[in-house]
């Protein structure tokens, strides 16, 4: 990951906190099936179009300020109050 490119995209963007996320490959070849036959190709090498985080975050020295304390999880309380207040960016 490099790390110097999230800390550009975070200043670029102005949010307080910025995460890396990836696309994973999809796991298993997906059908499409009309009337019980296959009626597109099966893709394998695409995501489904989620992205899932890459545990990398560049904060704010301002994103603090959402940490209450030693016992605040990030990924639950504070992480949801950045998205709710529109302060996170990907």
């Known amino acids: 990951m490099p ?3 999230l800390v550009d995209f975070r200043s670029k963007h102005g949010r307080l906190p910025s995460e890396a996320a990836i ?3 999809r796991r298993f070849g997906l059908l499409a099936i009309v ?3 296959v009626n597109s190709d ?3 090498a ?3 179009g989620y992205c899932i985080n890459a ?3 560049v904060l704010s020295p301002k994103a603090i300020d959402y940490i209450e304390g030693d016992e605040t999880f990030w990924n ?3 992480l949801r109050q950045l998205l709710m207040d529109d302060q996170l960016s990907v």
């Open 23 to 25: 696309q994973p490959p």
């Open 3 to 5: 790390i110097n490119e």
């Open 76 to 78: 639950d309380r504070s």
């Open 42 to 44: 099966i893709e394998m």
């Open 55 to 57: 545990v990398f975050f």
């Open 46 to 48: 695409k995501g489904d």
């Open 35 to 37: 009337d019980g036959q």
